[in-house]
């Protein structure tokens, strides 16, 4: 069945550096993976969209990759703020192409 | 604003009762969502529905129930036959039923067992 892994409970950086998380996927090539952002006590908010024929998004400060061969997509926020800390969700295409299977999240500090 | 609204933000259920949590969307979007959020866990898909009066079981629909009487609202019933309901439980929509578009999701309704 299909299983997704993020790649830690919980990530702290300092400010002003690049965060990086990871999203592994296994038994399954999903045609579309999201990234969400979720505040506690709040609701996810949608990030960012890739397709399985895109290697790379972006959005401002933002960058997602998607890559088939490892099953693995890589979220970077880079020159990290404070306000950026929450937990960041993601959530590939099921194996139905129907839904969205979400991982458990990474949660993110940012140290000032 | 559009948006979805979720309501109460809190509830407390007895033994052996039924609970509705709401869910209301003025996005006009044609799919609602449902899903349940435990510590440590991704989001669960409880129930979703693509078209009004047309709703499917997603992956632990024991013990809920649903109904898509209108477009804007998808209440979730939490029965007594769900055994350990205490989670956030999330709703979400989109515009279609496609997994390439984005979902919408609202704040969520914290359950809790008395």
């Known amino acids: 069945s299909q299983k997704i892994e993020q790649n830690s409970e919980a990530l702290n950086i300092q400010e002003g550096k690049t965060a990086t998380l990871t999203c592994n996927y296994t038994n399954y090539s999903p045609a579309y993976l999201q990234w969400y952002r979720q505040d506690p006590g709040r609701g996810p908010v949608f990030l960012l969209l890739i397709r399985e024929n895109e290697k790379e998004k972006r959005k401002e400060r933002l960058k997602v990759t998607f890559d088939t061969t490892l099953k693995q997509s890589l979220f970077h926020i880079t020159a990290s703020q404070p306000a950026d800390s929450a937990t960041y969700l993601c959530?590939?295409?099921?194996?139905?192409?129907?839904?969205?299977?979400f991982g458990p999240g990474t949660r993110l500090s940012v140290l000032p | 604003d559009g948006g979805i609204t979720q309501s109460p933000k809190y509830l407390f259920r007895k033994e052996g009762q039924n609970v509705t949590l709401s869910c209301e969307q003025n996005?006009?979007?044609?799919?609602m969502y449902w899903y349940r959020q435990d510590p440590g866990q991704g989001l669960r898909l409880i129930y979703y529905?693509?078209?009004?009066?047309?709703?499917q079981k997603g992956d632990i629909a024991e013990g809920y129930s649903v109904s898509r009487e209108k477009k804007e609202s998808f209440p979730l019933t939490v029965t007594s036959a769900q055994k350990n309901p205490t989670a956030f439980y999330l709703c979400?929509?989109?515009?279609?039923?496609?997994?390439?578009?984005?979902?919408?999701f609202g704040d969520g309704t914290r359950l809790s067992i008395l």
């Open positions: 996005l006009n979007h044609d799919a």
């Open positions: 979400a929509s989109t515009l279609g039923g496609e997994s390439n578009q984005p979902q919408h």
């Open positions: 529905s693509q078209i009004v009066n047309d709703f």
């Open positions: 959530a590939p295409e099921d194996n139905y192409g129907q839904n969205f299977v």
